[in-house]
Nanobody, 127 residues
Framework: VQLVESGGGLVQAGGSLRLSCAAS????????MGWFRQAPGKEREFVAA????????YNEDSVKGRFTIFRDNARASVYLQMNDLKPEETAVYFC?????????????????????WGQGTQVTVSS
């Protein structure tokens, strides 16, 4: 599976961005999808995840109420709508895929649970 992110950029604090991740080379509906981020000098951290059919999501506590993850299986894409961005959220944001389905409940909640990564997209939040 190949994952390609887009939508990153420079935004002022309090602003919004929508990240997109397009998947190819696999059956998109067979994967739970997620977003991680990594700031310079820090470990890659979980942001949000969505299950294989989109009816369940999980967000990291600091982004609850501000970030929304959603997917369009017909377009083989997952999105991250980010509102009220903060300067400390400046990072490279990575799309992640984990094999999953109705009989195998796996989530991309930690890097070790991820089967495929995108190349990342830079998000810079200015103060």
């Amino acid at each position: 599976v190949q994952l390609v992110e887009s939508g990153g950029g420079l935004v002022q604090a309090g602003g919004s961005l929508r990240l997109s991740c397009a998947a190819s080379g696999g059956t998109f509906g067979s994967y739970a999808m997620g977003w991680f981020r990594q700031a310079p000098g820090k470990e890659r951290e979980f942001v949000a995840a969505i299950n294989w059919n989109g009816d369940s999501t999980y967000n990291e506590d600091s982004v609850k109420g501000r970030f929304t993850i959603f997917r369009d299986n017909a377009r083989a894409s997952v999105y991250l709508q980010m509102n009220d961005l903060k300067p400390e959220e400046t990072a490279v944001y990575f799309c992640a895929a984990t094999r999953s389905g109705p009989y195998v409940s796996r989530w991309p909640r930690t890097p070790s649970e991820v089967d495929y990564w995108g190349q990342g997209t830079q998000v810079t939040v200015s103060s």
